[in-house]
């Protein structure tokens, strides 16, 4: 039997009296890299917003890894925490704070979300770096870095307390051809690594070359 990392059920969520999300089933498996795909307004980035617990929803059930969510009720803060451990997300504009270097983000939340000691947390945060080829840039501020290394940092921040469960908004948004092979390798990599990943894009080629497996939405659905 997969061993399933997350599981959505009958996902509803919606926005006043709009319906996003109309009753979305997903079930991804750990190891897997799953392309959710559909236009724009289809429902794609809140997925992973309401899977984060950026994002209410008001029906339906989430489970990551253990953590469960459930509809219309607010999240407990303690679930909350432990759902922090679970998800990592990276956003299409990697929306790293402008006022700390590359190595501060990624200790930003080990230390104060979840008390790591600042040398444990440098410690892991120059690993991931390194592993990423950007140890060079710790000390650089997100101005200073290109669109790639921006978003190599912002995946290192995701990872930095470990979680099984990474989302990427529209990863290859802002990427050349050389720089998304890169990136496809990168997300292989971490496939090996039993990371779970499930990226939202309208990237066809992209998805074709690197996901597992895609799920199309349209209106909100699973089509």
């Keep these: 039997m997969a061993d399933?990392?997350?599981?959505?059920?009958?996902?509803?969520l919606r926005r006043g009296a709009r319906p996003v999300l109309s009753g979305v089933h997903l079930a991804v498996a750990r190891g897997e890299l799953v392309a959710?795909?559909?236009?724009?307004?289809?429902?794609?980035?809140?997925?992973?917003?309401?899977?984060?617990?950026?994002?209410?929803?008001?029906?339906?059930?989430?489970?990551?890894?253990g953590v469960d969510l459930a509809g219309g009720a607010g999240i407990p803060p303690a679930t909350l925490r432990e759902l922090r451990r679970k998800v990592g997300m990276v956003f299409q504009?990697?929306?790293?704070?402008?006022?700390?270097?590359?190595?501060?983000?990624?200790?930003?939340?080990?230390?104060?979300?979840?008390?790591?000691?600042?040398?444990?947390?440098?410690?892991?945060?120059?690993?991931?770096?390194?592993?990423?080829?950007?140890?060079?840039?710790?000390?650089?501020?997100?101005r200073q870095l290109s669109g790639g290394e921006a978003q190599r940092v912002a995946i290192a921040r995701a990872l930095a307390v470990n979680p099984p469960l990474l989302l990427m908004d529209e990863p290859t948004a802002s990427l050349d051809p050389g720089?998304?092979?890169?990136?496809?390798?990168?997300?292989?990599?971490?496939?090996?690594?039993?990371?779970?990943?499930?990226?939202?894009?309208?990237?066809?080629?992209f998805a074709h070359d690197f996901a597992t497996r895609v799920v199309r939405l349209r209106d909100g659905s699973v089509v």
């Design 179 to 205: 720089r998304r092979a890169e990136l496809g390798a990168l997300l292989q990599e971490l496939q090996r690594q039993q990371r779970t990943l499930v990226i939202a894009t309208h990237d066809e080629d």
């Design 93 to 142: 504009f990697h929306c790293l704070f402008e006022h700390l270097t590359a190595i501060d983000n990624i200790c930003l939340a080990p230390v104060h979300a979840h008390g790591v000691p600042v040398a444990e947390a440098q410690r892991r945060g120059l690993e991931l770096l390194a592993g990423f080829g950007v140890a060079h840039r710790a000390a650089a501020f997100p």
């Design 36 to 65: 959710i795909m559909g236009a724009s307004g289809s429902g794609k980035t809140t997925i992973l917003r309401a899977v984060a617990g950026l994002e209410p929803f008001q029906g339906g059930r989430i489970s990551v890894d």
């Design 4 to 12: 399933i990392v997350l599981q959505v059920t009958d996902l509803q």
